[in-house]
């Protein structure tokens, strides 16, 4: 492949930044509890070629949270965890994701997209590396930044079992 792209590993629960063939980084990532899968409501991570679709957040401060895809207005904190404990925490950058595969990941019932499927910043202390999502890809704040950073709408991502 040429330019830049993004492997994600259910498997190793690893999300790997590439330009070409040479990796430029790898992170530690949580994807979802129910396992793979492509259905809306199902919250399962899809599979297969995707793209970015949308950047969402640029600028923003670091813990940042969005609901909605939108700011609050509010820096996550520990203390807002411990009053809302049962919250899927989105903080810091959306990276919004659509599928690039019909009748697979791409449109009807199986649309990445109307899923919203975003890779986004999660609270430091969740565990990564573990299975643990609601169907989105998870990161640390502080890499999701630099992941976001470093890639554009349209940078293509393939995510496997």
Avoid at 72 to 90: H, P, V
Wanted: charged share 30%.
């Amino acid at each position: 492949m040429d330019g830049r792209w993004i492997r994600i590993s259910i498997a190793r629960q690893v999300l790997e930044l590439f330009d070409g063939s040479r990796l430029v980084a790898a992170y530690p990532v949580s994807t979802a509890a129910k396992g793979v899968g492509e259905r809306i409501g199902s919250e399962q991570t899809p599979r297969g070629a995707l793209e970015v679709k949308e950047l969402i957040g640029h600028g923003a401060p670091r813990g940042t949270v969005f609901v909605g895809r939108q700011s609050t207005g509010e820096i996550y904190t520990d203390d807002m965890r411990a009053a809302n404990s049962d919250r899927d925490w989105i903080l810091s950058r959306v990276i919004w994701l659509g599928g690039l595969e019909d009748d697979r990941n791409l449109g009807g019932s199986v649309d990445t997209f109307a899923r919203h499927i975003y890779i986004h910043g999660t609270a430091d202390d969740e565990h990564l590396g573990e299975a643990r999502s609601h169907g989105c890809i998870r990161m640390r704040s502080d890499d999701v930044i630099e992941l976001f950073d470093a890639i554009e709408p349209g940078t293509l991502v393939h995510v496997d079992e």
